[in-house]
């Protein structure tokens, strides 16, 4: 048997174990868009799991619904919630041009929260918006609009990302969007220690107001 050191001489290249190097390759995102999508579907679908309903003993309609309210009140501020991201990563994806590593594990991170959403939202509902459930729901709606924040930052950072139809001006607007929900969730949380329906009533308010800028002609028409 010749050594390995005559194998080299004889010009027979010694095998290497194959190395996947991403860094730098252009991606496409179809199928980051395609696992979001699935993902937000799912998230959004779970919402509707954890509206609890009255037991046999509550009689009476206006029984009933102060028993539902609270449920109903986390349901329809969190449906709203992610109604708004979905719409919003789906406007920044519009803009992205190709991904790379870096942007496929912070949309994983990203979806990651989302996906949690469903289990801050029964928290919310079954202790009846309690002091604490409502900053964890804040904390973790923070999480989310930071890391919608964060991926706009670096994919439009130099236009690393970007195609030629995101000007100056449409980075400046994406980034004022991402960055004004979570201002406000960060006050709301702080508010809670006061009191903690306010801090609800900002959570449910903020998508709210979101989508009534969205659909306005002239937010439509214009950057602001």
């Given at each position: 048997m010749?050594p390995?050191s005559?194998?080299?001489?004889?010009?027979?290249a010694?095998k290497r174990?194959?190395?996947l190097v991403?860094s730098?390759v252009?991606?496409?995102t179809h199928?980051?868009?395609a696992?979001?999508?699935?993902?937000?579907?799912?998230?959004?679908?779970l919402?509707?799991?954890q509206i609890r309903?009255?037991?046999?003993?509550?009689?009476?309609?206006?029984?009933?619904?102060?028993?539902?309210?609270?449920s109903l009140t986390?349901?329809a501020a969190?449906?709203?919630?992610?109604g708004?991201y979905?719409?919003g990563?789906?406007t920044?994806?519009?803009f992205?041009?190709?991904?790379?590593?870096?942007?496929i594990?912070m949309?994983?991170?990203f979806?990651?929260?989302?996906a949690?959403?469903?289990?801050?939202?029964?928290?919310l509902?079954?202790?009846?918006?309690?002091?604490?459930?409502?900053?964890?729901y804040?904390?973790?709606?923070i999480?989310?609009g930071?890391?919608h924040y964060?991926?706009?930052r670096?994919?439009?950072?130099?236009?690393?990302?970007?195609?030629?139809?995101?000007?100056?001006?449409?980075?400046?607007?994406l980034r004022?969007?991402?960055?004004?929900p979570?201002?406000?969730y960060?006050?709301?949380?702080a508010?809670s220690?006061?009191?903690?329906?306010?801090?609800?009533?900002a959570?449910?308010?903020?998508?709210?107001?979101?989508?009534?800028?969205a659909?306005?002609?002239e937010h439509?028409?214009?950057h602001?």
């Amino acid at each position: 048997m010749k050594p390995a050191s005559a194998h080299h001489s004889e010009g027979v290249a010694p095998k290497r174990r194959p190395q996947l190097v991403m860094s730098g390759v252009e991606l496409s995102t179809h199928r980051i868009e395609a696992l979001c999508d699935g993902v937000f579907a799912i998230a959004m679908t779970l919402l509707v799991f954890q509206i609890r309903l009255p037991g046999p003993d509550d009689v009476g309609a206006a029984r009933a619904f102060r028993a539902l309210w609270p449920s109903l009140t986390s349901y329809a501020a969190s449906f709203a919630v992610l109604g708004v991201y979905w719409v919003g990563q789906h406007t920044q994806f519009h803009f992205i041009r190709h991904a790379d590593q870096v942007l496929i594990w912070m949309t994983l991170g990203f979806l990651m929260l989302i996906a949690a959403i469903p289990f801050s939202a029964s928290l919310l509902s079954r202790y009846e918006f309690a002091r604490w459930t409502v900053i964890v729901y804040g904390c973790h709606l923070i999480l989310i609009g930071s890391t919608h924040y964060l991926v706009w930052r670096y994919v439009s950072h130099r236009s690393r990302l970007l195609g030629p139809h995101a000007d100056a001006l449409t980075i400046r607007v994406l980034r004022r969007v991402s960055l004004r929900p979570l201002l406000v969730y960060v006050a709301a949380v702080a508010f809670s220690f006061v009191n903690p329906y306010v801090s609800v009533l900002a959570y449910a308010v903020v998508p709210v107001v979101l989508i009534v800028r969205a659909v306005m002609p002239e937010h439509r028409g214009g950057h602001n």
